[in-house]
Structures are given as structure tokens and as C-alpha cells.
């Protein structure tokens, strides 16, 4: 008998042990691997359609039940690289081993070369391409968490998106990237012509497509007057000798020539860091484009932002987009004078703004995604937004505009 509560105690400390470490450090010996598995159709840039695949790793003998999600997507210019790329492999392993559902995914490669003349904005259409594929393999883990008895075993509330260099730019854009208004009127009109940021029926509509964590890996933005979303936390790794993917604001390249300008990590970390958002940024003098060939570099990347998930997300995640099908967020909170109020909703809805004394001094309609309301005008002071869903929900926030 002694024996038994002897061998029961050492499998308890064993236990505990293992979720002390768990997400912080590798505790799983080996992983399991879904491949091929499809999220998704959509047209490439010759109207042909192509068939969206992902790999999902998940750690062997793991019995949690509701385990954060990595979703990952590969570099090579929008127009190479593989969801097998060994060092994306080599991420979704690391991290599947310490606990973590962890995907790589494949998206829309190739541009139109034959447009020699305005390859900035065939790269740009491609980057289109690729966010609209990164939020369908988001929309698939809701829907299968919700409608198909959650296979995977995975917590909606703590979804990680990331991504290097190409992957990286198309995670960025994914996340902090939601009202396309704040774009250049180029970005606008190509989205409107290739199905908005969701890609119309690409895979899973109607579901959302939000992360509580961004990992950038020498990625960038095509500008930051595009980065919307203050509760996204991010964290940032770059070289400043970059020459494919600018540190700072210059040229993304492809084959050595420079293509499109774009703002990089340096960039994106100050604007994050200006909006209050939570943002960690890690630069490497004199390093190029390839950070993880290093192999204690890369080692030092990957525990750096195991560290900061876990604190950001496992244990304090910033945001919860599940709740329910009628949630809404209203950011930023307080204000300032002379700029716009954003709502995130999940229903259409109306919504009214009064001031201290309930008169309405602004009115008009929510759609389901993002909106910005018209509160340029409105001077400094307190006021009061009520939300009413076609549910007949009401939900009042007080508003401090400074």
C-alpha cells in the first residue's frame, strides 16, 4: 500500500512539474502531426483557384483539453517557400512540445510579372492574398471550435498568429490591419476588387479572424497609419541589416531589387508603443535578413517569445473574442479630441452617442467587423455609447473623450 501512494505522490510532483513548465518550456517528448489538412479556396492572381492547406501539430499523449493555438506562415517574398520550410517545422515542434496546438499554413503564392511596370502593386495584391488567407485559417479554428465539437481541443480565447518575412508581413497585416479605410486608396480599391480582408467565401465566413497575439520575425507593414488595434500583443524580432525586409521605413526587395516601400519591425514596435498597445521588440545589430540560420539566435527567439506569450496571453490574455456571437469592443478609451471612435461587433447593430444630459449629439449604424464613428467633431468631455443588436441587446459604455 505504501508503495502505491509512494508511486501515486511521484506521479502527482511529476504532473505539476509538467504544467509548471508547460508553454514555457518543451515538456512533451514528441508531437503529432495532421497534414494536408484543407481550410480554404480562393483564386490566385491568374483567376485559377487554389486549394488553402495547413499542417497541425499537437503534442503527443496531451490530454488538456482547451490548449492556446499557433497559427504560422512561411517567408519567400509572396512568391516561394512551403508550409514544410524546416524552419517553420522546427517552430510548430518546439512549440507543440511545450504544450501548445501549433499550424503551418499554406497561402496564395505568385505575382503578375508580365505587369513590369507596377510590380509595387502586384506585390501588394499578393500581400491581399496572403491576409485574406491567414484570417480563413483563423475562421477554421472558430468554426471547428464551435460547430464540430472543437477536434483539436483548442481555447478560442488564446489564438497566436505569426509569421517570417513574408508570413510575418501577412500576419502583421492580419492583425493590426482591420478598417480599410485607415489605407493608402490603392490598398482600398484592391480590396474591394479581391473581396476584402476576409476574401468574401474564402473558407469558413462569417467566423472571426482575431488573435490575442502577434509574433513578428523581420516582418513589416506597408504603413503604419494601418496599424488600428491597441490589444493585440506583439512581439518583434529584426535584424537592422536587413536588405530584404526594411528594419525601418525603405524598400521591401525581391532578387535584390527594390520594390515596394514599406515600415518595418522598428516602425511597427513605435507605433504599437505610441497607441499604448503592449509590444515587445528585440533588434539584432549588424543582422540580416535570415535570423534564425543561427542556431543560438534562433534558440534565443523562441524562448524570448515563449516568455512573453505566456505572460501576455496564457496567463493574462488581453481580449476575449468568444464570449458570445453578439460581443462588442470599442477602442481607443479615452480619446483624443479630433479623432475617430472604432467598434468592433459581431452583430449589426445601431448606436447613439449622448452626452452627460442624454441628449444625442451622434447617431448611425454598426456592420459586423469594425466601424468608425464620427466623433472628429466632438468637443473634450464625458459621453455615454449605446449599442442596440437586432437582438434587442443594449449595451452602454461610458466614452472619455480628452
Same mark, same amino acid.
Given at each position: 500500500?505504501?508503495?502505491?501512494?509512494y508511486?501515486?505522490?511521484? $506521479?502527482?510532483?511529476?504532473?505539476?512539474s509538467?504544467?509548471a513548465?508547460?508553454?514555457?518550456?518543451?515538456?512533451?517528448?514528441?508531437?503529432?502531426?495532421?497534414?494536408?489538412?484543407?481550410?480554404?479556396?480562393?483564386?490566385?492572381?491568374?483567376t485559377?483557384? &487554389?486549394s488553402?492547406?495547413?499542417?497541425?501539430?499537437?503534442?503527443?499523449?496531451?490530454?488538456?483539453?482547451?490548449?492556446?493555438?499557433?497559427?504560422l506562415?512561411?517567408g519567400?517574398?509572396?512568391?516561394?517557400?512551403?508550409?514544410?520550410?524546416?524552419y &517553420?517545422?522546427?517552430?510548430?515542434?518546439?512549440?507543440?512540445?511545450?504544450?501548445?496546438?501549433?499550424?503551418?499554413i499554406?497561402?496564395?503564392?505568385?505575382?503578375?510579372?508580365?505587369?513590369?511596370?507596377? #510590380?509595387?502593386?502586384e506585390?501588394? =495584391?499578393?500581400?491581399?492574398?496572403?491576409?485574406?488567407?491567414?484570417?480563413?485559417?483563423?475562421?477554421?479554428?472558430?468554426?471547428?471550435a464551435?460547430?464540430?465539437?472543437?477536434?483539436?481541443?483548442?481555447?478560442?480565447?488564446?489564438?497566436?498568429?505569426?509569421?517570417?518575412? @513574408?508570413?510575418?508581413i501577412?500576419?502583421?497585416?492580419?492583425? #493590426?490591419? =482591420?478598417i480599410? @479605410?485607415?489605407?493608402?486608396?490603392f490598398?482600398?480599391?484592391?480590396?474591394?476588387? $479581391?473581396?476584402?480582408?476576409?476574401?468574401?467565401?474564402?473558407?469558413?465566413?462569417?467566423?472571426?479572424?482575431?488573435?490575442?497575439?502577434?509574433?513578428?520575425?523581420?516582418?513589416?507593414? $506597408?504603413?503604419?497609419?494601418?496599424?488600428?488595434?491597441?490589444?493585440?500583443?506583439?512581439?518583434?524580432?529584426?535584424?537592422?541589416?536587413d536588405?530584404?525586409?526594411?528594419?525601418?521605413?525603405?524598400f521591401?526587395?525581391?532578387?535584390?531589387?527594390?520594390?515596394?516601400?514599406?515600415?518595418?519591425s522598428?516602425?511597427?514596435?513605435?507605433? $504599437?508603443?505610441?497607441?499604448?498597445?503592449?509590444?515587445?521588440?528585440?533588434?539584432?545589430?549588424?543582422?540580416?535578413?535570415?535570423?534564425?540560420?543561427?542556431?543560438?539566435?534562433?534558440?534565443?527567439i523562441?524562448?524570448?517569445?515563449?516568455?512573453?506569450?505566456?505572460q501576455?496571453?496564457?496567463?493574462?490574455?488581453?481580449i476575449?473574442?468568444?464570449e458570445n456571437?453578439g460581443?462588442?469592443?470599442?477602442?481607443?478609451?479615452p #480619446?483624443?479630441?479630433?479623432?475617430?471612435?472604432?467598434?468592433?461587433?459581431?452583430?449589426?447593430?445601431?448606436?447613439?452617442?449622448?452626452?452627460?444630459?442624454?441628449?444625442?449629439?451622434?447617431?448611425g449604424?454598426?456592420?459586423?467587423?469594425?466601424?468608425? #464613428?464620427?466623433?472628429?467633431?466632438?468637443?473634450?468631455?464625458?459621453?455615454?455609447?449605446?449599442?442596440l443588436?437586432?437582438?434587442?441587446q443594449?449595451q452602454?459604455?461610458?466614452?472619455?473623450i480628452q
Open positions: 500500500m505504501k508503495i502505491k501512494q508511486a501515486f505522490s511521484l $506521479l502527482l510532483i511529476f504532473s505539476l509538467i504544467q513548465q508547460r508553454y514555457k518550456t518543451e515538456v512533451f517528448s514528441s508531437v503529432d502531426v495532421s497534414s494536408g489538412i484543407n481550410y480554404g479556396s480562393a483564386p490566385a492572381w491568374s485559377f483557384p &487554389i488553402l492547406a495547413m499542417d497541425i501539430y499537437e503534442p503527443n499523449g496531451d490530454t488538456e483539453t482547451s490548449r492556446p493555438l499557433m497559427i506562415a512561411h519567400g517574398s509572396f512568391t516561394a517557400g512551403s508550409r514544410t520550410d524546416a &517553420i517545422v522546427a517552430i510548430c515542434e518546439s512549440f507543440a512540445k511545450r504544450g501548445y496546438v501549433t499550424v503551418s499554406s497561402y496564395r503564392l505568385g505575382i503578375n510579372f508580365a505587369n513590369v511596370s507596377a #510590380l509595387d502593386q506585390l501588394q =495584391k499578393a500581400t491581399i492574398r496572403a491576409i485574406q488567407d491567414f484570417n480563413a485559417s483563423i475562421r477554421y479554428f472558430y468554426k471547428s464551435r460547430t464540430d465539437g472543437n477536434p483539436y481541443a483548442i481555447d478560442t480565447n488564446r489564438i497566436i498568429v505569426g509569421g517570417y518575412s @513574408a508570413g510575418s501577412s500576419a502583421i497585416h492580419s492583425q #493590426l490591419f =482591420k480599410p @479605410a485607415s489605407s493608402p486608396a490598398i482600398q480599391q484592391s480590396l474591394s476588387s $479581391l473581396g476584402g480582408l476576409e476574401g468574401g467565401n474564402n473558407g469558413s465566413p462569417s467566423y472571426p479572424s482575431r488573435s490575442v497575439g502577434l509574433w513578428n520575425m523581420a516582418g513589416a507593414i $506597408l504603413d503604419t497609419s494601418m496599424v488600428n488595434l491597441p490589444d493585440v500583443p506583439t512581439i518583434g524580432f529584426h535584424g537592422d541589416a536588405d530584404v525586409v526594411p528594419f525601418g521605413i525603405g521591401a526587395s525581391f532578387n535584390g531589387t527594390p520594390i515596394v516601400e514599406m515600415h518595418g522598428s516602425i511597427v514596435d513605435a507605433k $504599437l508603443q505610441r497607441i499604448g498597445a503592449t509590444s515587445a521588440f528585440h533588434s539584432y545589430p549588424g543582422a540580416g535578413h535570415d535570423l534564425l540560420s543561427n542556431l543560438v539566435q534562433a534558440d534565443s523562441l524562448t524570448k517569445a515563449a516568455r512573453f506569450f505566456y501576455n496571453v496564457i496567463q493574462n490574455a488581453s476575449s473574442v468568444d456571437f460581443s462588442h469592443k470599442v477602442f481607443p478609451n #480619446l483624443k479630441a479630433g479623432s475617430k471612435l472604432t467598434v468592433e461587433t459581431t452583430l449589426p447593430s445601431e448606436w447613439e452617442l449622448t452626452d452627460m444630459n442624454g441628449r444625442i449629439v451622434k447617431s449604424k454598426l456592420t459586423i467587423g469594425y466601424s468608425q #464613428l464620427d466623433t472628429e467633431q466632438l468637443k473634450s468631455g464625458t459621453y455615454i455609447l449605446r449599442i443588436n437586432d437582438s434587442k443594449i452602454n459604455q461610458k466614452i472619455v
